[in-house]
């Protein structure tokens, strides 16, 4: 890497997780169409599009619905979602995360969000971090879902950076995707065994420090 200018993170799964939010509301919903949706079922629904979250769904349910019912409930679902998680606060961010972000920030690295959630702006308002970020990309302003690297891309876009000094932090494997095709450096944030394409992986950011990154960096 010739100099390190940017870091890009995703935001459920490595700054918080709004994870069990998005299944309270998914639940709540099929309770009200008269069946469960366990943690189990859940998990086909993670780095899923909420119009494929909730054909899944309604597949689990065995209820077919037209497009137009399609758009109402998905949109019922949202609404819900959104009502847990403007009860959030700071206590959520994940553990060593703020530490990190205000390092970075000391060693004049700028900061971008790279989100596919259309209320990431909410969540970081909530969780008092909005005025670190210098750019934030979020689904209002992506046309393409990640593994396509335009949520990266246009981060950098934004802040006149070359990608290759960039580096990104994902917890999924087609954010990874996304970075390495947007030609970014990518840590992974989690199981080395998921994120395998990652260049590195790390459990999370309770020990992981500026010099942490630099030394990564440096190796390759």
């Not at 070359?162 to 990518?186: R, S, T, W, Y």
């Amino acid at each position: 890497m010739q100099q390190l200018q940017l870091a890009i993170f995703d935001l459920d799964g490595v700054i918080c997780d709004t994870a069990k939010y998005h299944y309270l509301a998914w639940k709540r919903l099929a309770q009200e169409l008269g069946f469960d949706f366990t943690e189990k079922d859940n998990e086909r629904l993670k780095g899923v599009s909420r119009m494929r979250s909730l054909e899944i769904l309604l597949e689990v349910g065995g209820l077919e619905k037209t497009e137009e019912e399609k758009a109402k409930l998905a949109e019922k679902k949202n609404t819900w979602y959104v009502e847990y998680i403007l009860q959030m606060d700071s206590s959520e961010l994940l553990p060593g995360v703020l530490d990190f972000l205000e390092e970075l920030k000391e060693n004049e690295v700028k900061l971008a969000l790279g989100s596919a959630s259309k209320n990431a702006r909410t969540i970081l308002q909530r969780l008092g971090i909005t005025p670190l970020f210098d750019a934030i990309v979020d689904g209002n302003l992506v046309t393409k879902a990640k593994p396509d690297p335009e949520v990266f891309t246009l981060g950098a876009e934004l802040l006149g950076i070359p990608p290759e000094n960039a580096v990104v932090f994902e917890d999924a494997q087609a954010g990874i995707e996304a970075a390495l095709a947007a030609g970014m450096k990518v840590i992974g944030v989690g199981d080395p065994k998921v994120l395998k394409h990652a260049q590195h992986v790390i459990t999370g950011f309770a020990s992981f420090r500026f010099a942490d990154l630099l030394e990564i960096l440096k190796q390759e």
